[in-house]
């Protein structure tokens, strides 16, 4: 079913296949989610240095690469830990609530 989508609209869309294949993130080309951050940003006059971000997989790359305060899942792949501030813990054990009580409560 990949090598089907990548071969009819690989010109218009990124594939993403993780977790043996099993997970599959299909976006058009211009879609991201840096673009709708940096978007949002621009609109509310935010520099990205000064926002944390939180991440688990391939797609959420380019938002740690932009963005000031990158926080990696402890479920997290390799990659995001190598650049991230802080690693929490994992989606399912509150990740992200356990990072927020600790950087902004």
Not at 72 to 100: F, H, Q, R
């Amino acid at each position: 079913m990949v090598c089907d989508v990548i071969q009819k609209f690989g010109d218009q869309v990124n594939v993403i296949a993780t977790d043996g294949g099993v997970l599959v993130q299909i976006m058009h080309k211009s879609a991201s989610k840096e673009n709708a951050v940096k978007s949002v940003l621009n609109d509310i006059g935010i520099n990205s240095e000064h926002v944390m971000v939180f991440g688990d997989d391939y797609n959420d790359l380019g938002l740690f690469h932009m963005c000031g305060f990158p926080i990696a899942m402890g479920n997290g792949i390799t990659e995001l830990k190598d650049c991230a501030k802080y690693i929490t813990e994992s989606n399912d054990n509150d990740g992200v609530a356990v990072a927020l009580e600790k950087f902004v409560l």
